[in-house]
């Protein structure tokens, strides 16, 4: 029998640092995290999702801090963390054919 995984200290959250459920109505109005996916520009739109099925592990170390950044900003806006990568990934072409065009 396999010995489950210790879990991480990014991804589990501190008493208080919790974000309010998207979309909720709270005493002080509408929610800080759908105020903030609102704001997302359209290119930020949530890619096609991929079949699980048809998805590869894809794996490599990142720092600590990278870690913990890229996995809340991906809990704030909705994001699974592969439709963040995804979603960054194709940025990050487009912004490199810009790039070279412009050259």
């Given at each position: 029998?396999?010995?489950?995984?210790?879990?991480?200290?990014?991804?589990?959250?501190?008493?208080?640092?919790?974000a309010p459920v998207?979309?909720?109505?709270?005493?002080d109005g509408p929610s800080i995290a759908s105020a903030r996916v609102a704001s997302l520009p359209a290119e930020a739109e949530t890619p096609p999702r991929a079949r699980t099925a048809e998805l590869e592990p894809l794996g490599f170390k990142v720092p600590p801090q990278f870690n913990?950044?890229?996995r809340r900003f991906a809990f704030e806006?909705?994001?699974?963390l592969n439709e963040l990568l995804f979603a960054?990934?194709?940025a990050f072409k487009k912004a490199r054919i810009m790039e070279s065009?412009?050259?």
């Open positions: 029998m396999r010995k489950p995984a210790p879990l991480a200290a990014g991804v589990l959250l501190k008493k208080g640092e919790a998207f979309g909720s109505q709270g005493r913990q950044e890229f806006n909705g994001y699974k960054a990934f194709d065009a412009n050259s």
